[in-house]
């Protein structure tokens, strides 16, 4: 390895770790080092390229807060028995293969399983533009399934039900889906001949 390669710094890490080697309470050491944090669900449904299923394992990415080696990265893997330690290129894209969210045909994986510790946010890390406009035409379907009018209902179903629509109505997608709401809402009274 060249001497400026092996000099790379970097602040987001990833490892592979498999349940049986892993020491007992491995979540809790990962947590109690203050860094921030992912760890996916458990791959039990992968298959490798010969058609054999994959070992059951966890992907974990840990992000510093500053640039480090990668033997800094290790010294922590090491204590949850990770295998392995790459850097990782891309934070979003490594996120979003924690479920495989851009490979259709891998097995895919809950985003709601993804483990965050330490101040960690996945959803605002995997987050692309294209989310918030298939979560509108999703509440604007399940609005219409459903015979939904009121802002506050759907918000509040979206709090308890679908984090993922909740955040898309509080961070910027309220003005749409009132707008719509008010519009449905004219035009069902106009087709039943209302006022």
Known sequence: MSEKKSNYRTRNFATVVYPESAPKGW???LQETFVRCFISPLHDRDINATGEPKKPHYHVIIMFD?????EQAKEIFDLIGGVGCEYVK???GYARYLCHLDNP???QYKTDQVLSYNGADYPSVIGLSI?????????IDFCNENNIYSYSDLLMYARKNKFDWFRVLCDNGTVVIREYLKSKLWTDNLNKGGD
């Open 105 to 107: 045909e891998k097995a």
């Open 90 to 92: 891309s934070l979003r």
């Open 27 to 29: 979540r809790n050491l």
């Open 66 to 70: 500053s640039i480090k080696t990668k």
């Open 131 to 139: 989310d918030k406009y298939k979560s509108i035409g999703e509440m």
